[in-house]
């Protein structure tokens, strides 16, 4: 059974800064892609930010400059440093994982619980 399960939620005043943790647990043999996806209330889930397993990464236009995404291969837990945070970051935000499991030659989807991010103004 694999689980992601996020943390570093909260509520904090705009300007300020966030670092939220997804840990992947369970029996994996690999991580491709990892990413951040968030959703805002009335709103459809959208894309943050992307981490290949080298290490290569990708933005939504909205929080490049501002968002950083990491992982640590070695512990299969990727982080999302938020800077300069906006209201409009308000949101529950998701982490996504490709997994392959063992013995197997495709890759699963797997989603986190989601953790709640509040900016206020």
């Known amino acids: 059974q694999v689980q992601l399960v996020e943390s570093g939620g909260g509520l904090l005043q705009a300007g300020g800064s966030l670092r939220l943790s997804c840990a992947a647990s369970?029996?994996?043999?690999?991580?491709?892609?990892m990413g951040w996806y968030r959703q805002a209330p009335g709103k459809q889930r959208e894309y943050v930010a992307t981490i290949t397993t080298g290490g290569s990464t990708n933005y939504a236009d909205s929080v490049k400059g501002r968002f950083t995404i990491s992982r640590d291969n070695a512990k299969n837990t990727m982080y999302l440093q938020m800077n300069s945070l906006k209201p409009e970051d308000t949101a529950v935000y998701y982490c996504?994982?490709?997994?392959?499991?063992?013995?197997?030659?495709?890759?699963?989807?797997?989603w986190g619980q989601g953790t709640q991010v509040t900016v206020s103004s």
């Open positions: 369970g029996s994996i043999a690999s991580i491709n892609v």
């Open positions: 996504n994982a490709d997994i392959r499991l063992p013995g197997k030659t495709f890759t699963y989807g797997y």
